[in-house]
């Protein structure tokens, strides 16, 4: 089993619609869960980070964290073209070496 | 506050030669992470260093290692380069932990021919 997963997609989704991005991870010690968003031939940049149960907001970005499910997820608003790219999600791992442990990415398309 | 950088951007090689990257954290982070990623491939975790110790190492080949100065400054090395290591490097930097909130520079491409 996988430490992180996510659904490989693509997830397509129209133009102003709402993406809605999911992970699920195995370390049930996590405390620490990121939202990377990366455009094709770039690096990984920062959206959001999460470190308790509930939802967290900033802008048109919503993250979800569920520790009881093990359960992270996305949330887009008003989706927009320049949303189109991979968004990967990270979750600090506790037992054995403290790191970052990525998930494969799930590739978004906004359709216009 | 300037973010990571990595240098060179672009890199061409051919098979059997060695190649050195670099890294420069964010100023005052300490920690600095290895990553490659190959298309389709997700984010595969190289190394990490802290305090110019190998704190953490992921599952690749002896031919890659890496190495921290004092300045948290950071640098890996491909010996014995293979065509399967074509990849986009990537260096991510952190305060302290690795499990901390990490930030990434943008990249190395490498092209092994």
């Known amino acids: 089993q996988k430490e992180v997963e996510q659904n490989s997609g693509p997830l397509s989704v129209p133009e102003g619609a709402i993406a809605s991005l999911n992970c699920t991870y195995s370390?049930?010690?996590?405390?620490?869960f990121f939202w990377y968003r990366q455009y094709s031939g770039k690096s990984p940049e920062l959206i959001m980070s999460i470190y308790s149960n509930g939802d967290k907001e900033d802008g048109r970005f919503t993250a979800q964290l569920n520790k009881a499910s093990q359960y992270v997820s996305l949330l887009i608003r008003d989706s927009q073209p320049s949303d189109s790219a991979t968004y990967l999600c990270?979750?600090?791992?506790?037992?054995?070496?403290?790191?970052?442990?990525f998930g494969q990415g799930t590739r978004l398309t906004i359709n216009p | 506050k300037a973010g990571v950088t990595q240098t060179p951007r672009y890199l061409i090689k051919t098979r059997g030669q060695q190649v050195t990257l670099s890294c420069s954290p964010i100023?005052?982070?300490?920690?600095v992470s290895w990553y490659q990623q190959t298309p389709g491939q997700g984010l595969q975790f190289l190394f990490e260093?802290?305090?110019?110790?190998?704190?953490n190492k992921g599952n690749f080949p002896g031919r890659f290692s890496g190495r921290q100065f004092s300045n948290s400054r950071s640098e890996m090395n491909v010996s014995t380069l293979e065509l399967g290591d074509s990849a986009l490097y990537l260096c991510?930097?952190?305060?302290?932990?690795?499990?901390?909130?990490?930030?990434f520079g943008p990249g190395t491409r490498l092209t092994v021919l």
């Open positions: 990270a979750v600090s791992e506790i037992q054995g070496a403290q790191k970052l442990v």
């Open positions: 370390d049930r010690g996590s405390q620490s």
């Open positions: 260093y802290f305090s110019e110790t190998q704190r």
């Open positions: 100023s005052g982070h300490r920690s």
């Open positions: 991510a930097s952190s305060k302290v932990a690795s499990s901390d909130t990490q930030y």
